[in-house]
C-alpha cells in the first residue's frame, strides 16, 4: 500500500496546506498519533489479562462499564477545567491518568486484577480528560469542508497501529512464561505515555476563556436548538452498539481459545479492515453522502450479525471482526463530523462548546453503558452475546435516521431552524 499519500497529509501539504494554523495541527496529530499507539497497546490485552487471571469474562466487563461511568461522571469536572483553563491542559491531565492506571498495574503485578474497578475509574479518567481536549483541538485546527479527511488521517494511522502493534504483542505474550509479556507491554505503554505527556506542551494552548462552567445554559441551548440536540441524539444511539464492542471481540476469541496469538492476530485484521476503510472514506465520503454510506453499512453489518447469531464459532467471529473493522468506520465517521457541523453552525454554541461536548460525550457514555448492562445482566452464553450484537446494529438505523433529519436541519439557513 502507497502510504506517501498519508504523509502528504501529515505534513500539511494535500489537505492542511490552506488551514490556518497547520503548524498547530502538525503537533497536535504527533501528540494523537502517540495516544494512539501506547491506548492501542495496551487496550486490547488488559481485558485478557484480567480475564486469565481471574477465569472470569465478567471481570472484563466489569473493567469497561466502570471505565464508561467514570468518563459520564468526571466530564462534569473536566468540561469545566477546559472552559477556564485551554485542550492542552486537559489532555495532559489525561495522560497522566492512564500514567497512572499503567504505574498502578506493574506496581500490583497479578493482584492488580483483583481491582478491575479500581483499573476502569484510572482508564476513564483519562479518557474523558483526553478525548475532550481532543475534541476541542479537532474543531480548531479542521473544519466542516476537510474534516472528515482529518478524521480518515487519524483513523489510517490508527489502523496502521492496528495491523504491527497488537499482533506482535500478542506472540510476545504468548511466546514469555507467565504474565511477564502483559508487563512489559504495559511498560511500553507507560513509557510512551510520558513521551506523549512532555509531546503536549509543544502544542498550541488558546487562550484560556476563563468563563463559568454552567450546564444549565448550555442544556437550554441544546434543548432549543434542534441542530444540536439531534445529532447528540445520533452519539446516544451510535453508543448503544460501541458499549457492547469496546470488548467483545476480544472476548469472544479469549472464551474459545485461550490465546494472546490469536487475539492480536484479530487486531491485525481490525487494522486491514480499518486501513480500507478510511482510504475509501478519504477519498470518496463527502458532507452530501454521509448518511447513505451509513445506511449502507448498518444493512450490511445487519446481515452479518444474522450469521454471526446462527453461526458463532472461530473463524466466523475472525471473519465479522474484519467486516465490522471495515464498515464500523461508516458509522463513526459521519456521526462525528455532523456533531462538530452542527457546533460550528448554531449560534452560541461554539463559545458554549465545552459545555455541548460534556453533555455529548454524557449522553454518549450513557449509550455505551446501556449496551455494557445489557450484555452484563446475560448468562455467559455465547450465543446471547451474538443476539446483543444483532440488536445494537439494528439500533443504528436510529442512528441513520437521526442522522439524516439533523444532516437536512444544518443545510437549512438559520433563519428556518430558530
Not at 366 to 373: E, K, N, Q, S, Y
Amino acid at each position: 500500500m502507497d502510504l506517501r499519500p498519508l504523509f502528504r497529509r501529515l505534513s500539511g501539504f494535500s489537505l492542511f496546506g490552506d488551514l490556518k494554523g497547520s503548524r498547530d495541527f502538525k503537533r497536535f496529530a504527533a501528540v494523537h498519533i502517540s495516544f494512539l499507539f501506547f491506548t492501542t497497546l495496551s487496550s486490547v490485552f488488559i481485558n485478557t489479562f484480567f480475564m486469565k487471571n481471574t477465569g472470569d469474562m465478567r471481570a472484563s466487563i466489569l473493567f469497561n462499564l466502570f471505565n464508561i461511568l467514570t468518563a459520564m461522571v468526571f466530564m462534569n469536572i473536566a468540561a469545566p477545567i477546559c472552559s477556564k483553563t485551554s485542550p492542552r491542559t486537559v489532555v495532559i491531565l489525561g495522560v497522566i491518568a492512564y500514567n497512572l492506571e499503567y504505574a498502578f498495574v506493574l506496581f500490583m503485578g497479578d493482584a492488580s486484577s483483583n481491582y478491575v474497578i479500581l483499573v476502569g475509574l484510572l482508564n476513564g479518567l483519562g479518557g474523558v480528560f483526553y478525548w475532550l481536549g481532543y475534541y476541542n483541538l479537532l474543531t480548531d485546527t479542521t473544519k466542516d469542508a476537510n474534516r472528515d479527511q482529518a478524521l480518515s488521517v487519524f483513523g489510517i494511522v490508527l489502523a496502521v497501529i492496528n495491523l504491527v502493534v497488537p499482533m506482535t504483542s500478542g506472540f510476545l505474550i504468548s511466546s514469555l512464561p507467565g504474565n511477564v509479556g502483559y508487563f512489559v507491554i504495559f511498560g511500553i505503554s507507560f513509557g510512551v505515555s510520558i513521551l506523549t505527556m512532555v509531546c503536549t506542551f509543544f502544542v498550541k494552548a488558546p487562550p484560556s476563556r476563563n468563563k463559568s462552567f454552567h450546564y444549565l445554559t448550555a442544556i437550554k441551548l441544546v434543548a432549543r436548538e434542534k441542530r444540536l440536540s439531534l445529532p447528540i441524539a445520533v452519539k446516544f444511539c451510535r453508543g448503544l452498539r460501541e458499549g457492547i464492542f469496546t470488548y467483545i471481540i476480544p472476548v469472544f476469541l479469549f472464551y474459545m481459545q485461550p490465546s494472546e496469538a490469536l487475539v492480536g492476530f484479530s487486531t491485525f485484521l481490525t487494522g486491514v479492515g480499518s486501513v480500507v476503510a478510511f482510504v475509501v472514506i478519504g477519498r470518496f465520503m463527502h458532507p452530501q453522502n454521509r448518511i447513505r454510506l451509513l445506511v449502507l453499512a448498518t444493512t450490511i453489518m445487519v446481515g452479518f450479525s444474522v450469521i454471526l447469531l446462527l453461526a458463532t464459532n472461530l473463524y466466523v467471529v475472525l471473519a465479522y471482526n474484519l467486516i465490522n473493522a471495515f464498515l464500523v468506520q461508516f458509522m463513526i465517521t459521519p456521526t462525528t463530523s455532523i456533531f462538530i457541523a452542527s457546533v460550528e453552525q448554531v449560534p452560541q454554541a461554539y463559545d458554549k462548546r465545552q459545555e455541548i461536548f460534556a453533555i455529548k460525550d454524557i449522553i454518549l457514555n450513557g449509550g455505551r453503558a446501556i449496551g455494557i448492562l445489557i450484555s452484563l445482566m446475560l448468562p455467559v452464553d455465547l450465543t446471547l452475546y451474538a443476539a446483543a450484537v444483532l440488536v445494537m446494529t439494528a439500533a443504528q438505523y436510529g442512528t441513520a435516521f437521526l442522522g439524516h433529519v439533523a444532516v437536512k436541519m444544518l443545510r437549512k439557513p438559520k433563519e428556518e431552524t430558530a
